[in-house]
Each structure stands twice: as structure tokens, then as C-alpha cells.
T-cell receptor, first 114, second 115 residues
């Protein structure tokens, strides 16, 4: 089945450690995105990528880094510079080049930093 | 600055009745609007969308209305079912974002459909 896979579903890390969240899609989508959800807030865009080897900052990119070496993969690294890393992280993808298209989401990774 | 606003954090509706979820936006460059449904600890799933050239789009029990002059959209669910209980997010996409479907989300409305 086509879809977006995020792993792991739950992740615990000690404060000060970098951690990488995985996102893989087999939908052949060009564009991929990372969002963060906090309680009582909407989804906020961290980074997005329109094509392999290219990515742009979203609204809250500070303390995060990404790479897009393959079309299928868009990993997100939460660095020690991120002040409040505990959150629910969502990866999404969409067809590139289409004016009106929805984004499809993975199941999310809940990161807890202790 | 919250560009997409869902002012009702929660809504309770009886099974079989109509659920109306509202969303307001401030950015006049938004031209495509979407509704997503989300269960706890899961990713959002796409429900229905509308482009700015329309004022209504219908898909089964779900209808989205867009009032561009008021910068307001609403999602109607008729009839409401217990399985509709979830958090609903309104999202919007501006013009000229290249090939990326960058979405700005509202804060969500938790719908509870009671028996």
C-alpha cells in the first residue's frame, strides 16, 4: 500500500542530545514537509522540500535540520539548540507541480525530551 | 500572528444533527482551503477542500462553504455520526508557493458527537 511511514512512533531522548526522526514515502510525491503539533495549537511548518537536494525553512525552523538525498526520504534532526523539543512531529507529502492538491500525512512521532 | 483561526475549541452535537465547524482567515493571498480530521496520536487525514473560485463543495455528508468577502469558511457534516468525533483542522494555502503545497493550519476544533 502507498503511504507515508514515520518511525519510531514514540521517542525518548535526554536533554542536549540530537535526535533524528525518519520519514519515508512511496507515493512518488515530489514535495515533503515536517510539521510540529503542540497541545492546543495547530500544526506549524518546520521545513519543506519541493525536490531532491533542495529544502526551505518553514515558520519554526530554528533548532532543526533536514536533508533530502532521496525522493522517498526526508529525515528531520532535532538538535540540542531546539529549546522546546517535546512535541508531536508530523511528516507529510504532496504531488509537486499541482496547483490544488492536499498533503498526505504520516502517523506521527511523539518525541519526549527528559 | 494567527492567519487561520478556529475560534471554537470544542463543539458537541447530537447524533443525526448537523455539525457546523467554522474557520476564519486573514491572509487575502490564500486561495485553496482544506479540512482535515485528526484522531489522537495519529496523523491528520484529508476530508474535503475548496478553491477560491468556488463557494461550495460537497462530498457525501461533508460540505464546505467559502465566503471570500468575509474571509470565512465552514464545514457542515450532515448527519453527524459518533465516528465523526475527532479534532478538525482548517488549513489554507497561498498563491505562488511554487510546487509546494505549504499549508497554514488553524488550532483545531474538537467535535464530539453524542448518542
Amino acid at each position: 500500500d502507498g503511504g507515508i511511514t514515520q518511525s519510531p512512533k514514540y521517542l525518548f531522548r535526554k536533554e542536549g542530545q540530537n535526535v533524528t526522526l525518519s520519514c519515508e514515502q512511496n507515493l512518488n510525491h515530489d514535495a515533503m514537509y515536517w510539521y510540529r503539533q503542540d497541545p492546543g495549537q495547530g500544526l506549524r511548518l518546520i521545513y519543506y522540500s519541493q525536490i531532491v537536494n533542495d529544502f526551505q525553512k518553514g515558520d519554526i525552523a530554528e533548532g532543526y535540520s533536514v536533508s533530502r538525498e532521496k525522493k522517498e526520504s526526508f529525515p528531520l534532526t532535532v538538535t540540542s539548540a531546539q529549546k522546546n523539543p517535546t512535541a508531536f512531529y508530523l511528516c507529510a507529502s504532496s504531488i509537486g507541480g499541482a496547483a490544488y492538491t492536499e498533503a498526505f500525512f504520516g502517523q506521527g512521532t511523539r518525541l519526549t525530551v527528559v | 500572528d494567527q492567519q487561520v483561526k478556529q475560534n471554537s475549541p470544542s463543539l458537541s452535537v447530537q447524533e443525526g444533527r448537523i455539525s457546523i465547524l467554522n474557520c476564519d482567515y486573514t491572509n487575502s493571498m490564500f486561495d485553496y482551503f482544506l479540512w482535515y480530521k485528526k484522531y489522537p496520536a495519529e496523523g491528520p487525514t484529508f476530508l474535503i477542500s475548496i478553491s477560491s473560485i468556488k463557494d461550495k463543495n460537497e462530498d457525501g455528508r461533508f460540505t464546505v462553504f467559502l465566503n471570500k468577502s468575509a474571509k470565512h469558511l465552514s464545514l457542515h457534516i450532515v448527519p453527524s455520526q459518533p465516528g465523526d468525533s475527532a479534532v478538525y483542522f482548517c488549513a489554507a494555502r497561498p498563491l505562488n508557493t511554487g510546487t509546494a503545497s505549504k499549508l497554514t493550519f488553524g488550532t483545531g476544533t474538537r467535535l464530539q458527537v453524542t448518542l
